[in-house]
Nanobody, 126 residues
Framework: QVQLVESGGGLVQAGGSLRLSCVAS????????MGWFRQVPGKEREFVAT????????YYVDSVKGRFTISRDNAKNTVYLQMTRLKPEDTAVYYC???????????????????WGQGTQVTVSS
C-alpha cells in the first residue's frame, strides 16, 4: 500500500506560479509512474501530466504544455508539479496518483493508477 500526500495548493492571481508536491510512503517509489490529475466540481477528472519511474519521460495534456512541468526526486519519494502562467481555468482540486505497473511512459488514464492522494485545492483568480 502506498500513501500519497499532496501539498502546495493555494490562491494565486492569474499569471502567477505554484509548485505542488506529493510525497509517497514506501520503498518502491522509483518503480511507479506518477501522474497529476485535476477535477472541478461537476466535471470529470482530467489528466494533467505524468512521469515515468526514472523521470526520463514526461507527458502533458495540451492545455498545460509549456506552462507546467512535472518532475520527481526518487531519493525524497516526491513528485512535483511546477505550474507557471496560471489561468483561471486551471482552478481545480489537484490529485497525484501512483501506477504500480511498470511502464516506459506513464499513462493518461486515471483507471490505470492504483493509489491516490487526498487532493490539494488550486484557485486562480482573474
Amino acid at each position: 500500500q502506498v500513501q500519497l500526500v499532496e501539498s502546495g495548493g493555494g490562491l494565486v492571481q492569474a499569471g502567477g506560479s505554484l509548485r505542488l508536491s506529493c510525497v509517497a510512503s514506501g520503498r518502491t517509489f522509483s518503480r511507479y509512474a506518477m501522474g497529476w490529475f485535476r477535477q472541478v466540481p461537476g466535471k470529470e477528472r482530467e489528466f494533467v501530466a505524468t512521469i515515468n519511474g526514472s523521470g526520463s519521460r514526461t507527458y502533458y495534456v495540451d492545455s498545460v504544455k509549456g506552462r507546467f512541468t512535472i518532475s520527481r526526486d526518487n531519493a525524497k519519494n516526491t513528485v512535483y508539479l511546477q505550474m507557471t502562467r496560471l489561468k483561471p481555468e486551471d482552478t481545480a482540486v489537484y490529485y497525484c496518483a501512483a501506477d504500480r505497473e511498470f511502464r516506459l511512459v506513464g499513462t493518461t488514464d486515471g483507471n490505470d493508477y492504483d493509489f491516490w492522494g487526498q487532493g490539494t485545492q488550486v484557485t486562480v483568480s482573474s
